[in-house]
């Protein structure tokens, strides 16, 4: 059975904030969100991402507005695991299997969901269609994603990229409670 979440995050790397509205299931996780920022430069966004069966991304679809003008990005992976940006074929990304909207938390939830990295032992290494916000850009990033211990809440997962790395908190559903330095769920 599919459980709804609406969560807020205070962004602070954007100096803003983010609300998703988010349907979580045995396998599958889709929602919408809009987030507003100061940094790097004013913008608002809305997105909406589905998920097929283990988490993998199927579409995310993402409008920015800002000083510049407004943008579009369609991300789509089809079930033979072509990745498509705007309907153009993007062959650098195959064998990602999830996307990532840079400045939102709930990107990060699929792959640990998937491996339940947020509840026990593991670790697994990823290639994502990384999303550039607010330009939206999407390039590949390689991502590792490390269990480190319970929590009371939850778990506490390591995050890589390159040289950058970061201990994320996520609650028993698996989802980001806090990023350290970019996000932190707030109650509401």
Request: aromatic share 8%; glycine share 12%; net charge negative.
């Amino acid at each position: 059975m599919a459980a709804s979440h609406v969560l807020t995050w205070d962004i602070r790397e954007s100096k803003g904030y983010e609300t998703s509205w988010v349907t979580l299931g045995e396998d599958r996780l889709d929602a919408r969100g809009r987030a507003v920022g100061t940094a790097p430069e004013p913008y608002w966004i809305s997105y909406e991402l589905d998920t097929g069966p283990g988490f993998v991304t199927r579409a995310l679809r993402v409008g920015v507005e800002s000083a510049a003008g407004t943008r579009a990005l369609d991300l789509r992976r089809d079930e033979d695991g072509a990745w498509t940006v705007d309907g153009r074929l993007r062959p650098e990304l195959a064998g990602a299997l999830d996307c990532d909207l840079g400045l939102c938390p709930l990107t990060n939830s699929m792959p640990v969901l998937r491996h339940g990295l947020h509840a026990g032992p593991g670790g697994a290494a990823f290639l994502m269609a990384w999303v550039s916000v607010p330009d939206l850009t999407v390039h590949p990033s390689r991502q590792t994603y490390t269990h480190l211990r319970r929590t009371g809440r939850g778990g506490l997962v390591r995050f890589t990229s390159g040289g950058f790395r970061r201990d994320l908190e996520f609650d028993a559903a698996g989802l980001v409670l806090d990023y350290p330095d970019l996000a932190h769920r707030m109650e509401v």
